[in-house]
């Protein structure tokens, strides 16, 4: 909500008074000390209140507006103790401030801790508007009072997730990079125009068969993020809490959603 002063009330109100009487006020909108009454022709009056108010008004809201981005860049500083220094540390804090990610009640966030498949299903869901392409299955092995049950089915309806022969889903489960990958890919709908792009992983031999395309779409979309090696993959390692942040946030750069962090970082 506006908040004008006194003074600027009275010149919103009296640009959309309809009296034949208006109050005069100078340029720098403050009412003289002898609060003079002039006669003077309704309509132009009325008008150029009508000027000076929206001004004012357009004044103020670009004043909230700062208020809001100085508001949304405090709430980046979002950051735990333990991820100070760490190589995922600008990605972790980014997707904190969005509530895409979360800490532990002793306020860590063990970005070395393995991920499972239900809490990338619920990392998903909150990271990206989820729309559905496909019917909802029951998992045999996700009940409906399982903590995750709606965000799997989210992920697995939009596309992002896909389960396992007989309706399993393996929530427990830890997820492998590749998988983490190939869920991004996959829910975005990236395609690779040239898969020799994975020759540039010291280790693409292991790169699963099944993941292959979804994993080079992902590599020429800028996803991929590898540390300490940035030539390799490790695809069927535990995908860490500090690699899915970098993958997600990358993949919300690809989506247009985040802008890019800078080099430095």
């Given amino acids: 909500m506006l ?11 009296l640009a959309i008074s309809n009296l ?22 309704a309509r132009d009056n009325a008008t150029s209140f009508k000027v000076n108010a929206a001004h004012l008004l357009q004044q103020q809201a670009a004043q909230d507006s700062s208020t809001k981005i100085n508001s949304y860049n405090i709430a980046q500083a979002i950051t735990f103790p333990d991820i100070q220094n760490n190589w995922a540390q600008s990605f972790i804090e980014a997707l904190a401030a969005r509530n895409v990610i979360s800490g532990f009640p002793d306020g860590t966030f063990r970005p070395n801790a393995p991920v499972t498949r239900a809490q ?3 990392m998903i869901s909150k990271a990206f ?16 009072f399982y903590w995750a049950s709606d965000a799997i089915q989210a992920a697995y309806r939009s596309g ?5 022969p007989n309706n399993i889903f393996l929530p427990e489960q830890n997820i492998p990079r590749a998988q983490a990958l190939v869920s991004l890919a996959s829910g975005l709908n990236l395609t690779a125009s040239d898969i020799a792009i994975l020759d540039n992983f010291q280790d693409a031999a292991d790169i699963p068969d099944f993941a292959r395309n979804a994993i080079a779409a992902a590599t020429e ?3 991929v993020v590898n540390y300490p090696n940035l030539a390799t993959l490790n695809p069927n390692q535990v995908a860490t809490r500090a690699d899915v942040a970098a993958f997600i946030y990358q993949a919300l750069v690809r989506n247009g959603t985040v802008p890019p962090l800078e080099p430095t970082d």
């Fill in 120 to 122: 990338f299903a619920a």
């Fill in 129 to 144: 508007p989820l729309t559905q392409q496909r019917e909802a299955i029951a998992f045999n092995d996700v009940p409906p």
């Fill in 3 to 13: 908040i004008l002063k006194p003074a600027l009330y009275i010149l919103a109100a």
């Fill in 160 to 164: 992002f997730l896909a389960g396992y």
């Fill in 221 to 223: 979309n800028r996803i």
């Fill in 20 to 41: 034949g009487q208006v109050a005069y006020a100078s340029p720098s909108v403050e009412l003289p000390d002898s609060h003079t009454i002039r006669d003077l022709n």
